[in-house]
């Protein structure tokens, strides 16, 4: 039996301006997801209503996690370490520099706060001799250098380096669900390898995973069950992995000639964008 991930029809503004119009979604453990869609359509916001990031405000619908016993939690409120502790995690949530901040020692905390929920700073953190053998064997695991952990947190690090960061806390994470918002296409050759290999690694029956991308690379490394396609705030289609490969091949310009409607609302989010 497994957790599920349940989204009903979310509807989510920014700054007052509704984005995603009615998303539905069932992400179960152990299954790998992508979404896809045009600029604009509304990928990322999903990924950080999930997530619980507080610029994104849910102003229909729900989000549920639901465990293999038949308990489901309401998390739609949720603040996002409350939904971390679930087991939500959305990868590329730390791009930023901590300075000072080694790898191990914030991994250590991040696994520390989910294990002992309710700690006080300074105690109830993972014992170091557990914890470096854990942080080693899953560095060998994922082929990482162990000089890695004590570089400081995304100081410098290129951007295969930042996703290698974001492997490995996905590895001590071990989080139920995992959302990746591939945003930035400027990721070089050896970025995507990392990520892609990476997930392949993890990616298990314990592991519902959402990916959001346009590099074909990591959904070839992790052929999806379901492949949803995103226009103008909602989900309009979902296929397989075969629709992915078909959209990478053709482009969205059969999704939006059998979807006006939703069409017409993305082709108003993209003008407003510019
Ligand atoms: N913080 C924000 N402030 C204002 N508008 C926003 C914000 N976040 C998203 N939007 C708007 O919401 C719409 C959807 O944006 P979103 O980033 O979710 O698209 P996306 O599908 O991830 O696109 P891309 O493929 O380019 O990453 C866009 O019109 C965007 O301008
Ligand atoms: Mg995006």
Do not use: W
Not at 53 to 59: L, N
Not at 180 to 203: F, H, I, M, P
């Amino acid at each position: 039996m497994s957790s599920l991930l349940k989204i009903t029809d979310l509807h989510v503004s920014v700054a007052d301006t509704p984005i995603l119009k009615g998303v539905n979604m069932e992400i179960r453990q152990g299954e790998v997801h992508a979404l896809m869609g045009p600029n604009g359509c509304g990928k990322s916001t999903l990924a950080y209503a999930l997530a619980g990031h507080p610029k994104y405000t849910v102003t229909q619908g729900s989000i549920e996690i639901s465990s293999p016993d038949g308990e489901t939690v309401n998390i739609t409120e949720l603040e996002a370490d409350e939904r971390a502790r679930l087991g939500m995690f959305l990868a590329f949530q730390y791009p930023v520099v901590i300075p000072g901040v080694k790898v191990a020692d914030f991994i250590r905390h991040a696994i520390s706060n989910i294990r002992n929920p309710d700690r006080k700073e300074g105690e109830g953190l993972v014992g170091m001799r557990e914890f470096r053998k854990e942080i080693k064997a899953k560095m060998e695991e994922l082929g990482m250098d162990v000089e890695f952990a004590r570089r400081y947190l995304n100081d410098g690090f290129s951007g295969g380096e930042k996703k290698r960061m974001e492997i490995l806390q996905m590895a001590m994470l071990q989080p139920k669900f995992a959302i990746l918002d591939e945003t930035d296409s400027g990721l070089d050759s050896d970025a995507v390898r990392v990520v892609s290999e990476g997930l392949a690694k993890l990616a298990g029956p314990e592991m519902g995973v959402l990916i959001i991308t346009h590099h074909e690379r990591l959904l070839e490394y992790n052929p999806p069950k379901f492949t949803h396609v995103m226009l103008g705030g909602r989900i309009v289609e979902t296929g397989d992995a075969a629709l992915a490969e078909d959209l990478h091949n053709n482009g969205y310009a059969g999704v939006r000639e059998r979807h006006p409607d939703a069409d017409a609302d993305n082709a108003k989010a993209e003008a407003a964008a510019v």
